[in-house]
């Protein structure tokens, strides 16, 4: 087993790791350190977040650049700001016997004019997201002559979040670039096209298989009825008293309504999304990750990236539609070495997608029972009872007020005394859970997945395309109108399943679905037509009544 001073990192930096607490090097940091440091010029590292590759090339870039020349030596590129300022606090940490290093992150949404006053201070290491490196670029704010390390970090991500031109870009103007690492969770033709172009045979280092989840999680689903989601959601929460866990939606909207919603119940959560300000984003950031928040609740984009230690579970409020989503998403917890569980909370029209989901994966997933309100109790109960056995009793003058407490519990047995002291933590929870209906969903029988069929990437859960006896002007079908457009946070495949949810239809009755921002129209069986309607007309949605009718008859 190899250990970090054997992969040829100088005195200040073995320091500075040990007093991390790291004693070994991850896979990736034992793979990539040594050819870095020894000069290999081009690398691509194939690997997941939460692997340590923001050490498996800090740490070598640290050791190379020049730390007496006070000019931009090397960039590392990554998608968001969150990233951003993570791999800079880690930078920090690594270069803590390095008093002459200068690191500096520059970002969208924060004062430019600080960032090019912060520049101007000289720094050896940048951190950018692409758009604010190319104004920076633009207004010759940055000075890249000089740069000689280029790093793509989830460059992956980058690309799927439209960046492919300004990386191109950035690539393109730094003409002293001597070597070029990229890191991506996934290898799709695009990143093998920009490896192709940009840099010289570069060296592969694969960790894990592509698309492979963590083999720390454990993935497990429950599956219940759509309207149930929100019920279940509490009760899985409740069923972890002490979780500290990312919840992810679909929609903004939901983000925000949910954590409303439990937050009004008692709970401890709070949304991030892109509907907040860079301010708001930030705050609950800081809340999460000292953890005076147990819980984040957050769509795709705004947790992309994020490193929070100590996740003890992420939850799927909903399944993701592509499988790296769910890579991504269940990435949260089980990192560095640290085990998590990824619960999911699916229709049981979900099942054959999760199923997919797994193959891809090649874990398995674990189905398991919504817990009954029952369980929960007997489960918050021991949470109850451990947290007072722990209670810390050594400060504080208890002593002094013991003899007055056992003059007026004089004749109240222990046990009662226990049952009152329990009554105050527990009275609405019990009576919360009292009656509390099984929200299982009985799957008859689940029917096998394919044992052969396509490996690579597969749009789950896309609307199919459909079929010919649903094309318009067939007299079995009819066209529904409804107010519920692209606006309300919805795309196509989110559409279908929740009107499918709302009416407890299968996807079959359905053909074309017609999405514009304010209004859709929905193809739909005949017979089917009325139950849709009745199901979803006339409803809430997000706090608005949704109308749903006969698109001929309006
Ligand atoms: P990353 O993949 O860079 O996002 O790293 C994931 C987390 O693992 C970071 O929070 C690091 O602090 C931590 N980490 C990185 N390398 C090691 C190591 N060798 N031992 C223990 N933890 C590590």
Same mark, same amino acid.
């Given at each position: 087993m190899s250990t970090f001073e054997g992969l040829g990192l100088q005195e200040n930096l073995l320091k500075a790791i040990t007093s991390l607490g790291y004693t070994q090097p991850t896979p990736i940091q034992e793979k990539a350190i040594p050819v870095l440091l020894s000069g290999t010029k081009d690398l691509v590292g194939l690997a997941q977040t939460g692997t340590g590759k923001t050490a498996a090339f800090g740490l070598p870039l640290l050791q190379l650049?020049?730390?007496?020349?006070?000019?931009?030596q090397a960039l590392i590129v990554c998608p968001t700001r969150e990233l951003c300022m993570q791999i800079v606090s880690e930078l920090e940490l690594f270069k803590?016997?390095?008093?002459?290093v200068q690191v500096l992150a520059v970002y969208g949404g924060a004062s430019i004019g600080m960032q090019i006053r912060d520049l101007r201070r000289g720094v050896q290491i940048v951190v950018a997201t692409p758009g604010r490196l190319i104004d920076l670029i633009e207004r010759k704010?940055?000075?890249?002559?000089?740069?000689?390390y280029v790093v793509l970090d989830e460059a992956d991500e980058m690309l799927n979040m439209g960046f492919q031109d300004d990386i191109e870009f950035i690539l393109q103007n730094t003409?002293?670039?001597d070597a070029t690492w990229l890191f991506s969770a996934t290898m799709p033709a695009e990143i093998k096209r920009v490896s192709r172009k940009y840099m010289k045979d570069p060296m592969e280092i694969t960790v894990g298989t592509k698309n492979t989840a963590n083999k720390n999680i454990d993935h497990q689903f429950f599956v219940t009825n759509a309207h149930h989601r929100y019920e279940a959601l509490k009760r899985l929460i409740d069923f972890n008293p002490g979780i500290y866990g990312i919840i992810f939606t679909r929609t903004k909207a939901d983000a925000q309504n949910i954590s409303e919603k439990l937050t009004r119940e008692g709970y401890d959560i709070d949304a991030l999304h892109g509907d907040l300000t860079q301010q708001q984003r930030d705050k609950v950031m800081g809340e999460f990750r000292e953890k005076s928040l147990q819980l984040l609740i957050a769509t795709d984009v705004a947790a992309r990236g994020i490193d929070v230690q100590g996740i003890t579970h992420v939850i799927n409020y909903e399944l993701p539609d592509d499988v790296e989503i769910y890579t991504h998403r269940s990435g @949260?917890? &089980?990192?560095?070495?640290n085990t998590g569980v990824c619960l999911s909370i699916i229709h049981s029209r979900e099942i054959g997608k999760l199923r997919q989901i797994e193959r891809i994966v090649q874990v398995p997933f674990h189905k398991v029972e919504v817990p009954t309100g029952k369980d929960v109790c007997r489960k918050q109960f021991f949470h109850f009872m451990d947290k007072l056995l722990n209670?810390?009793?050594?400060? =504080?003058?208890?002593e002094s007020y013991v003899p007055m407490m056992e003059e007026k519990f004089a004749d109240v047995s222990k046990e009662d005394v226990l049952k009152r002291v329990a009554a105050q933590e527990f009275t609405r929870f019990l009576k919360y859970y009292e009656?509390?209906?099984?929200l299982n969903v009985r799957v008859q029988r689940e029917r096998e997945a394919?044992?052969?069929?396509?490996?690579?990437r597969i749009p789950i859960g896309a609307v199919r395309?459909?079929?010919?006896?649903?094309?318009? =002007?067939?007299?079995d079908f009819v066209k529904l109108f409804v107010?519920? &457009?692209?606006?309300?946070?919805?795309y196509k495949a989110s559409f279908l399943q929740f009107v499918l949810d709302m009416s407890?239809? @299968?996807?079959?009755?359905l053909g074309k679905i017609d999405m514009k921002e304010m209004n859709s129209w929905i193809e739909i069986d005949r017979k089917s037509a009325p139950q849709m309607i009745r199901a979803i007309d006339g409803k809430n949605y997000k706090g608005r009544r949704i109308r749903m009718n006969d698109a001929n008859t309006r």
């Open positions: 650049l020049k730390a007496e020349q006070r000019f931009p803590k016997y390095m008093a002459a704010a940055i000075n890249l002559e000089e740069i000689k003409p002293k670039r @949260r917890t &089980g990192r560095a070495g209670a810390d009793i050594s400060h =504080g003058d208890y009656n509390a209906e099984d394919p044992s052969r069929g396509p490996r690579e395309s459909p079929r010919p006896s649903f094309s318009p =002007g067939n007299g107010n519920l &457009g692209t606006k309300d946070g919805f407890d239809l @299968r996807k079959d009755v």
